[in-house]
């Protein structure tokens, strides 16, 4: 188990995270696409750079409707919000596949909804194994 202050856990968090999404992205990709892996990296690299720029921009808009409206965060309002940010996103992406890979519509929004799924489990599961490894400060992990 590790300790580490807020900022530096949500750093070490978000980078690792992001390390193991372009890991996973590019071995995916490359299976879709049935492309060596050297240009699925590249294409994870810049859906990474998208979702990043995106979660900025996306986020900052939320919170301010949410601030406007006086919104409480509750379960519907953090689905909205799910879906919101992942439909921008596929927006983004789809075209990409089809320009990089140039497939249809269809293949790359095939391809999309498959990196969907395997992320939800890889967003799972890497939260649930770094929480357990890096807890936040006061708080004790549960089996």
Do not use: K
């Amino acid at each position: 188990m590790v300790t580490l202050s807020p900022t530096l856990r949500r750093l070490v968090y978000a980078f690792t995270f992001e390390a193991g999404a372009i890991a996973l992205s590019t071995l995916l990709l490359s299976a879709l696409s049935s492309g060596p892996a050297e240009d699925s990296l590249l294409v994870s690299i810049l859906v990474t750079l998208v979702a990043l720029i995106w979660n900025l921009v996306f986020n900052r808009g939320f919170e301010a409707i949410e601030h406007r409206f006086r919104l409480t965060r509750t379960f519907a309002l953090r689905a909205a919000h799910a879906l919101g940010f992942e439909g921008g996103l596929f927006l983004f992406t789809v075209p990409l596949y089809m320009g990089f890979y140039g497939v249809t519509l269809t293949a790359a929004i095939a391809m999309e909804a498959a990196l969907l799924g395997c992320f939800l489990i890889y967003t799972f599961l890497f939260t649930w194994g770094f929480d357990r490894l890096v807890p936040r400060q006061g708080i004790a992990a549960r089996p």
